[in-house]
């Protein structure tokens, strides 16, 4: 079996540390995460081995980086760039109940959680992560380190760029773009293109303010594996 190891132990490594025990398909040999007072704890019963730097010293083991939050959606990005990992070592981590149609593609580090769907020629990029229950529709385009929210809902031929972030529950209309790094709020239903780096809310989804310093820092991160087209 495949050694695996979770890059953070909050709520979204834990989630995927319930996705891998489901599929069965990787050894978990535990979290990694730079909150020195949890090394030699366990978090759910999987242990926490130490910081993000011993990925360096399991060669052996697959990785995937699951943090973030609404606040700082863009530390998925940051850690993938200070790790500098090979694409190869990174894993792919799809719950044994989301339905992906054969003509759909994942990239490395992506996690599907729970009952997620893809219908159809769905391309999902690099490290992004889709929360339970989130419906991809024909043709859309998810860029590298995008997070999809629990609910949330694409309509066909949409474009997710680099880093976007959709809050649970959102609608994004057929067709339509969210720019790169940019923040779509829980509920909300977005029925034009949005351009980077902005926070839209509501619905119709308006825009609030422009996205955190934190975020359009990470505009200059590279794209893992080439552009999706
Ligand atoms: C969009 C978001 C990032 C804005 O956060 P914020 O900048 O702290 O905004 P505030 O809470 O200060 O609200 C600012 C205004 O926007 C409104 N607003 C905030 N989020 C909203 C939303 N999702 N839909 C509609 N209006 C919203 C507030 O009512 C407030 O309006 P007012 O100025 O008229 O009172 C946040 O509310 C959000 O939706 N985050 C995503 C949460 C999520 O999906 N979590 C799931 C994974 S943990």
Do not use: K
Request: with cysteine; aromatic share 4%.
């Amino acid at each position: 079996m495949t050694a695996l190891v979770i890059v953070g132990a909050g709520g979204f490594a834990r989630e995927t540390a319930q996705a891998v025990a489901d599929t069965g398909a990787f050894e978990l040999l535990g979290h990694l995460d730079d909150n020195a007072g949890l090394h030699g704890t366990d978090v759910a019963g999987v242990p926490v081995l130490g910081s993000c730097e011993l990925v360096h010293e399991l060669p052996e083991a697959r990785v995937v980086i699951c943090v973030g939050n609404p606040r700082d959606y863009a530390a998925r990005a940051r850690l993938v760039r200070r790790l500098a990992l090979p694409e190869e070592r990174y894993a792919t981590v799809v719950h044994p109940t989301a339905v992906v149609s054969a003509d759909s593609g994942i990239g490395p580090g992506s996690v599907l959680l729970a009952h997620c769907v893809l219908t159809a020629a769905v391309r999902v990029g690099a490290h992004v992560a889709v929360m339970p229950q989130v419906v991809l529709t024909h043709d859309d385009v998810v860029e590298d380190y995008a997070t999809l929210t629990s609910g949330v809902r694409l309509g066909g031929g949409v474009r997710l760029e680099r880093g976007a972030y959709v809050g649970s529950g959102a609608l994004v209309r057929e067709g339509a773009t969210v720019g790169a790094w940019s923040q779509i709020g829980m509920g909300s239903a977005v029925l034009d293109d949005v351009p980077p780096g902005e926070v839209w809310v509501g619905s119709p989804a308006r825009r609030l303010r422009a996205a955190g310093a934190p975020a359009l820092d990470e505009l200059a991160t590279p794209t893992v594996g080439g552009p999706l087209t």
